[in-house]
Nanobody, 124 residues
Framework: QVQLVESGGGSVQAGGSLRLSCVAS????????MGWVRQSPGTEREFVAS????????WYADSVKGRFTISRDNVGNKLSLQMNNLKPEDTAVYYC?????????????????WGQGTQVTVSS
């Protein structure tokens, strides 16, 4: 069974940091583009970041650029998201996602496999 399992969410004050992790299982994800998407109550899923499977080039939403860093470990089928200088508007459920498409995803709908999500809450 293909699974993406997130961890590392929690509650922090504005300006704080969190590191999210995702472990993929069920098959190798070394040839998948990977990424993070988030969703707040009453809103659609929002693209956060993605990383190319081959050259590890990265893409970020403008709202997180300079504060978040995505990375991957293909050997361990692991994906991470380091989140610094968190803001209340970063509060959301964060989903790990993967894609086997040709191009690295830059929109949430371009991913095809999803984890269950982990809650991140940032208080002011």
């Amino acid at each position: 069974q293909v699974q993406l399992v997130e961890s590392g969410g929690g509650s922090v004050q504005a300006g704080g940091s969190l590191r999210l992790s995702c472990v993929a299982s069920g098959r190798s994800f070394s040839s998948d583009h990977m990424g993070w998407v988030r969703q707040s109550p009453g809103t659609e899923r929002e693209f956060v970041a993605s990383i190319n499977w081959y050259d590890k080039s990265t893409w970020y939403a403008d709202s997180v650029k300079g504060r978040f860093t995505i990375s991957r470990d293909n050997v361990g089928n692991k994906l991470s998201l380091q989140m610094n200088n968190l803001k209340p508007e970063d509060t959301a459920v964060y989903y790990c996602a993967s894609s086997r498409a040709l191009l690295t995803p830059r929109r949430s709908e371009e991913f095809d496999t999803w984890g269950q999500g982990t809650q991140v809450t940032v208080s002011s």
